[in-house]
């Protein structure tokens, strides 16, 4: 390969990084966005952004109000939506479960989908209950914190948690915290032990959960289901006991459904 097609590729590259951290701009809190205040949030050149976001206007990928000039995502983003909700086995099998668990804990259910470095809410039962944790579908947690993110890397094997514990050294937060992945390894002999994972203001101060993993047909975690609420109702060990108790036997079945056979795997995470 020639040092100008190098070059190319690398341009390449950094233009679909930039239009893929354009998209991640637009939220539930900031569903409009205009030029100069998207290229504010992405530190790049008010023209830059503008023709980014133009672009994806051209596709379809994002709508344009003629009258204030703010962007917000379009029709074909909604149909990528119903195009993965409609293809999720996971969420298709979890979806009754989560609702078993919400009637008999009235506490936010939340479902995950596993990825490298995150999990990624894929589906949510909010609580009825006036003080509760309000989560969005689509929200995106690293894996290493929260107990929906726990459950899931402690079932990973060893050279796969190094690698995720390699990623998260080279964040400012973590890179000289190794009292964090001590405890981190500790926390998950117990997890591995119990089947399920407890947190208290890891992702967000005052919130809670339980969370448990979701095994596809290879032994592999492929997700999670987390019950949470505000700390104050989370800090009784009868009802952690009650909750873990009620989430493990739902994630079991949910596995099943999708052809894990724990027999299989009992070796696959030993520490």
Not at 192 to 208: F, I, L, N, P, T
Not at 226 to 233: A, D, E, K, L, V
Request: with cysteine; glycine share 8%; net charge neutral.
């Amino acid at each position: 390969m020639s040092h100008i097609t190098g070059q190319l590729i690398l341009i390449e590259h950094q233009y679909i990084n930039r239009i893929f951290s354009l998209l991640d701009c637009f939220s539930v809190e900031k569903p409009e966005l205009g030029v100069r205040e998207a290229a504010r949030i992405l530190n790049i050149s008010p023209s830059s952004c503008g023709r980014m976001l133009g672009e994806l206007r051209d596709e379809g990928i994002l709508v344009q109000n003629m009258e204030t000039r703010t962007y917000s995502l379009g029709g074909r983003v909604i149909r990528w939506a119903d195009v993965y909700t409609a293809s999720s086995d996971l969420r298709k099998k979890a979806y009754p479960w989560m609702q078993k668990i919400y009637k008999e804990t009235n506490e936010t259910v939340s479902l995950y989908s596993a990825e490298e470095f995150d999990r990624v809410c894929v589906e949510r039962i909010e609580s009825r209950k006036t003080v509760r944790i309000v989560e969005t579908v689509g929200t995106r947690i690293k894996v290493f914190t929260g107990s929906g993110g726990k459950s899931i890397l402690a079932f990973r094997t060893p050279e796969e948690i190094n690698h995720v514990f390699e990623y998260a050294r080279s964040l400012p937060k973590y890179h000289d915290d190794d009292l964090f992945f001590q405890q981190l390894q500790k926390e998950f002999k117990e997890i591995r032990k119990q089947g399920y994972a407890v947190s208290h203001g890891e992702w967000e101060d005052d919130a809670s959960g339980i969370g448990a993993p979701i095994f596809n047909d290879k032994g592999i975690p492929i997700g999670s289901i987390s019950i949470s609420g505000p700390t104050q109702r989370f800090l009784d060990d009868a009802v952690i006991r009650m909750y873990a108790e009620l989430l493990v036997k739902s994630v079991e079945q949910i596995s099943r459904e999708l052809g894990f056979m724990p027999n299989r795997f009992q070796g696959r995470y030993s520490l």
